[in-house]
């Protein structure tokens, strides 16, 4: 905890030594790399000194003072040196990584949970995701606590240190709403409000609608905007005429005047107000050093402000500091809007290592240059808060997933419905493995066909509501009771939102201690809106399944704005995202079942020999779905068929040595297949249909396969190579689906078949679905033709028939 007592004179006076040592190292760090990189290579690579330096000082305060062990951090991409350097004093980073530091497997340009070394919370790179990840990672940590779970643990504050460009971002207004109607907690947002972006200088007055937007959605906001050097000349005569000039002073000229120093500001501030009698001494009294440190001295830079801003918050309400601060403060470069990705000169460098008080060859010295005695900065170190939990990354027990789980089928199901149908009967058990599920979906529960298990596991908040409909005994099929021991997080329709709890919920075990295996649901076309989002939840690992139902052309009724095309593609290159598309309710199941396995493995990286895929380390899950009924087919479920399924494909109809046509399907588009294939078999010989549950498993395990191949295993065969093994070598394959034809297109690469690959390429119009079908040519009719080009032979007969 915070000494809540004030800061001791000593204390802080260690904290603006270490505030002096992490602007060295991070500017130090950067440098160093570009320089080393240059020689190499010729390529100078920014690296964003003024951007980091901008936080060096909130950051001192921060980690060396206010964070507690369970605190967690998301820290603007651009600072990350700062963070880099801090960990450095604390022991947990290694100066190899430093000297590394953009470089392979060095210190990461933006913090990253899973390629850094030295403990980063959440990672950020794409500005905004690591703001929302600390408002979802809170609502998950109360989440965990309500459950009973992890109370032996203090609860944590979730922390977001975040560039005032950043703001422009929309998804950070999604989740403040949304965090507002969850009953937000223990989320502070630090806004570096240095009014720089990359570009230019940020508008006039963003403060005040900032202000005003926080306070609306109940949040505490602290305005950090003078420093104790203006607060002390503030106080002298003549010191209320330089505020007032300091708050109309524009963004644009502030800037500037920093980066020109202290005559400038000398000039200026005489031109301007130099007339006025008593202000007049008070910029007299100042040499032009003194006069530079005055006016640079905002809020955000002043450690006695931050230190007791920080100190006196004493509740848990939502809290949002807007802290003035100068871009590239502390450095030749602070102010110019030119600055992000400007990097100090070599000449400057060499100034700037002198002013620190730095020896040529002890750049890296953990005490080097410092004033206090190194004694005195160890012994400091050593009681830092922050560093004194043990590992941050906590470990939770995997939780047993069955082989089998339980379902009815009905003749006829569509995969939602199945869906639907399994959750439901999970919601009846009292297992650890039900207890653990949380599901969520931005308005689209009932639609998405989750309705059945929010019946049973009703909907978390904090507080309990009773459903008003139920009360007032008015008949509904959905009974929507909040309370603390829900299992389902209603949000609002941002997808954004969607993907970042997602993230949040899924990196519990890590965060929290206490595994939750959560569950999102959405209609697939509006993944789009979500990607970044879902792409950051994979990056940092995060572990979770989303079920994306309806999908494709079987949205057909409300046209094209619904119909997705390019998800098959989106779920192949999704690193961190295994991806299945089934077509039947027993597929389904079997894949249900191994991702609440998967999505909690976190094994070595070694690829299986059966499958080539590194399944031990495990990822994340995307279910396809479609609310198209298909006729089920009714068969056992073998070991042998559920590991296929998994895998990737299995033969529907197994091909004979003389096959002359293969049709590989996947989804809902099953039944168009499978007539095709029975309308072809009268005329040709040998027909081979293969159901494909994911394209994305069966390419990635065929090109580790491939790869492994090169490396010299040649008996390495992955999954398809097996299956398509004794195909004869003028086989021609139709693949069909509803989504991209790319997406099985490559089949003919596996062992040198012609493909001809059908698919949907352009939006779609309201229609029925054979309408549909038939327009894109991925019915039967198409299937046949396309057979009939690709493996020429006998006329098809059925095909004129249908044509
Ligand atoms: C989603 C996304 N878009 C664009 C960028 C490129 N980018 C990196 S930093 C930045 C501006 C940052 O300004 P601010 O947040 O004020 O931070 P400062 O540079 O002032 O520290 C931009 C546009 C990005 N990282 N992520
Ligand atoms: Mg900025």
Redesign the pocket.
């Known amino acids: 905890m915070p000494d809540r007592n004030k800061i001791t004179p000593a204390d802080l006076a260690i904290l603006t030594e270490l505030e002096r040592k992490v602007l060295w190292l991070a500017s130090w760090t950067i440098h160093n790399a570009n320089h080393l990189r240059e020689s190499v290579d010729g390529l100078k690579v920014g690296g ?1 000194q ?3 330096a ?2 060096a000082t909130i950051m001192t305060a921060l980690y060396f003072r206010s964070l507690r062990p369970q605190d967690r951090v998301a820290v ?4 990350s040196p700062n963070f880099h350097a801090i960990q450095y004093l604390l022991g947990k980073q290694t100066r190899d990584k430093l000297e590394d530091f953009r470089g392979y497997k060095g210190a990461q340009s ?1 913090p990253s949970r899973t390629k850094d070394a030295d403990d980063v919370d959440f990672s950020t ?5 690591g703001v929302a990840q600390t408002l979802f990672s809170s609502l998950t940590q109360d989440y965990v606590r309500a459950h009973g779970w992890g109370l032996d643990r203090p609860e944590g504050r979730m922390v977001a240190l ?6 422009d ?1 929309g998804n950070i207004f999604e989740a403040i709403l949304e965090g507002w109607k969850q009953g937000l907690r223990n989320c502070w947002w630090i806004i ?1 409000y ?1 009014r ?4 230019a200088v ?1 508008r006039e007055g963003l403060w005040e609608r900032y202000e005003q937007l926080f306070k609306n959605f109940g949040w505490d906001v602290v305005i950090l905007k003078y420093g104790s050097l203006q607060q002390a000349a503030f106080r002298e005569p003549g010191g209320e005429t330089l505020r007032q000039w300091i708050d109309r002073c524009p963004n644009q000229l502030y800037s500037a005047l920093v980066f020109q120093g202290g005559a400038a500001w000398r000039k200026r501030l005489m031109d301007e107000i130099g007339d006025q009698g008593a202000v007049t001494k008070l910029i007299e009294q100042r040499s032009d050093d003194e006069l530079a440190r005055l006016m640079n001295n905002l809020g955000g830079h002043d450690l006695p402000s931050i230190v007791q801003a920080f100190d006196t918050i004493d509740h848990d309400r939502p809290t949002c500091f807007i802290a003035y601060t100068v ?1 590239g403060f502390g450095l030749p470069i602070a102010g110019h809007k030119d600055n ?1 990705a400007g990097l100090m000169t070599p000449a400057q460098m060499e100034t700037f290592r002198q002013a620190m008080n730095i020896r040529t060859g002890h750049e890296w010295d953990l005490f080097e240059g410092l004033r206090a005695k190194p004694e005195q900065v160890k012994a400091f170190l050593d009681k830092v808060p922050f560093a004194q939990g043990g590992a941050r990354r906590l470990k939770s027990p995997q939780v047993a997933v069955p082989a089998e789980l339980a379902v009815t089928i009905q003749p006829e199901m569509s995969t939602q419905f199945g869906f639907g149908a399994l959750l439901n009967e999970l919601a009846r058990e009292k297992t650890p493995l039900a207890e653990r599920i949380v599901t969520t979906s931005p308005d689209v529960t009932v639609s998405t066909n989750l309705g059945p298990w929010v019946n049973r596991r009703g909907l978390f908040a904090r507080e309990s509501m009773a459903d008003t409909f139920k009360s007032e005994r008015i008949p509904s099929t959905f009974n929507w009771e909040f309370s603390p021991k829900g299992q389902h997080i209603e949000l609002g329709i941002a997808e954004m939102n969607l993907f970042i709890l997602l993230s949040a919920l899924g990196l519990s075990h890590s965060i929290n201690g206490e595994r939750l295996l959560p569950i999102g649901t959405l209609y697939d076309p509006f993944i789009a809106r979500g990607l ?1 989002a879902l792409n950051y939840a994979c990056y940092q690992d995060a572990r979770f399944i989303v079920v994306a139902t309806p999908s494709g052309l079987t949205l057909a009724p409300e046209g094209g704005a619904h119909q997705s095309i390019a998800q098959p593609l989106i779920g192949m290159a999704q690193d961190g995202l295994a991806a299945f598309e089934p077509a039947f309710v027993d597929e389904l199941a079997a894949i249900l079942a191994f991702s609440l396995e998967y999505i909690q493995k976190d094994g070595d990286d070694a690829a299986s020999e059966r499958n080539w895929l590194r399944d031990e380390t495990g990822g994340s899950i995307y279910l396809r779905l479609s609310t198209r009924p298909v006729e089920q087919i009714k068969r056992p479920m073998t070991p042998e068929l559920r590991q296929a399924i998994v895998d990737g494909a299995y033969w529907l109809r197994e091909p004979g040595p003389n096959c002359q046509v293969v049709v590989a399907y996947t989804g809902a588009i099953a039944p168009e297949a499978i007539q095709a294939v029975g309308l072809m078999a009268e005329d040709r010989r040998d027909v081979g249909l293969l159901a494909v549950t994911s394209a994305d498993r069966l390419n990635a395990g065929w090109t580790a396969a491939l790869r492994a191949r090169e490396r010299g295993l040649v008996h390495a065969r992955s999954h398809i190579e097996r299956l398509f093994a004794d195909l004869p070598s003028n086989c021609g394959i139709v693949s069909v689906l509803d989504g991209h034809p790319a997406t099985l297109a490559w089949l003919g690469a596996v062992s040198g078949h012609r493909v001809r690959p059908l698919g949907v390429e352009h939006f779609g119009q309201t229609g029925s679905l054979p309408d549909l079908y038939r327009h894109y040519g991925i019915d039967a009719n198409a299937i046949v033709a396309a057979a009939q080009a690709i493996a020429p032979g006998r006329p098809i007969r059925h095909l004129r028939a249908l044509g």
Do not use: R
């Open positions: 964003h003024a951007s980091s901008s936080l603007k991409p651009h600072a933006y790179g794409s500005v905004g995701l975040i560039g005032d460009a950043e703001l971002e570096d240095n720089q972006s990359l570009d940020v871009k992000h970044d």
